[in-house]
Antibody
Framework: QVQLVQSGTEVKKPGSSVKLSCKTS????????ITWVRQAPGQGLEWMGR????????NYTQKFQGRITLTADKSTNTAYMELSSLRSDDTAVYYC?????????????WGQGTLVTVSS | DIQMTHSPSSLSASVGDRVTITCRAS??????LNWYQQKPGKAPKLLIY???TLQSGVPSRFSGSGSGTDFTLTISSLLAEDFATYYC?????????FGHGTRLEIK
C-alpha cells in the first residue's frame, strides 16, 4: 500500500523560506511523479508543480516560478518542496500527492498535509 | 490556464436524495476529468477518473459522466457520510487546475 507521510506544522516569518518533506513507501519511488497542491484556509485546491524523481524533471505553475523548488532524494524515497519569499497569503495546507499511472495527473494517493502559517 | 467552474457552489440536500453536481471547463478537455471528495481537515479522496471511471473502493452510488467541456458527478442516494466538498480537476494539460468546489450540506 502506497503511503505518503509529510513533515509537521511550520510557522514562518514573511520573507523567509520553508522546506517541506514527503516520504513515500510502498512502491518504486523513483518511477512516479510527486505533485504538490496547496489549499489556503477555506479555499480550493491549487496545483503548484510536480517532480519525476527518475529523470529529475520538474514542472511548476507560472504563479510560483522563481519561488518554488521541487527536489527528490531517491536514497530516502523523500520528495521536498521549498518555497521562498513567503508572504501571508502563502498560509495554507500543503499536500503532496502521487498519480496513478505516472504522468496521468490523477491523484490517487495523498499525504496528510502540512500546515504552513506565515505571520509576523 | 483552463478554468474549471462548479455549479452550484453549495447545495443542501437530505439523506436519500439524488444529487448532481456540474463542472464546466473553459475549453475542451476530452475526458481528462477527475472528481475528488474532501472532508474537513482531510486530504482529498479520488472518486472518479477519466470522467466516468469509478476509483477502486468507491461506492457505486457515485457516478460521473461527460466529455469535452461539460461534466457531472451524481450521487444516487445520499448517505450521511457523503456530506463534504467535491472538486473537479482537469488532467488534460498543465497547469493542472481544480474547480473551486461544491459544498454539499445537510438540509
Amino acid at each position: 500500500q502506497v503511503q505518503l507521510v509529510q513533515s509537521g506544522t511550520e510557522v514562518k516569518k514573511p520573507g523567509s523560506s520553508v522546506k517541506l518533506s514527503c516520504k513515500t513507501s510502498g512502491d518504486t519511488f523513483r518511477s512516479y511523479t510527486i505533485t504538490w497542491v496547496r489549499q489556503a484556509p477555506g479555499q480550493g485546491l491549487e496545483w503548484m508543480g510536480r517532480v519525476l524523481p527518475i529523470l529529475g524533471i520538474r514542472n511548476y505553475t507560472q504563479k510560483f516560478q522563481g519561488r518554488i523548488t521541487l527536489t527528490a532524494d531517491k536514497s530516502t524515497n523523500t520528495a521536498y518542496m521549498e518555497l521562498s519569499s513567503l508572504r501571508s497569503d502563502d498560509t495554507a495546507v500543503y499536500y503532496c500527492a502521487r498519480d496513478i499511472p505516472s504522468g496521468s495527473d490523477t491523484f490517487t494517493f495523498w499525504g496528510q498535509g502540512t500546515l504552513v502559517t506565515v505571520s509576523s | 490556464d483552463i478554468q474549471m467552474t462548479h455549479s452550484p457552489s453549495s447545495l443542501s440536500a437530505s439523506v436519500g436524495d439524488r444529487v448532481t453536481i456540474t463542472c464546466r471547463a473553459s475549453q475542451s478537455i476530452s475526458n481528462y476529468l477527475n472528481w475528488y471528495q474532501q472532508k474537513p481537515g482531510k486530504a482529498p479522496k479520488l472518486l472518479i477518473y477519466a470522467a466516468s471511471t469509478l476509483q477502486s473502493g468507491v461506492p457505486s452510488r457515485f457516478s460521473g459522466s461527460g466529455s469535452g467541456t461539460d461534466f457531472t458527478l451524481t450521487i444516487s442516494s445520499l448517505l450521511a457520510e457523503d456530506f463534504a466538498t467535491y472538486y473537479c480537476q482537469q488532467s488534460y494539460t498543465t497547469p493542472v487546475t481544480f474547480g473551486h468546489g461544491t459544498r454539499l450540506e445537510i438540509k
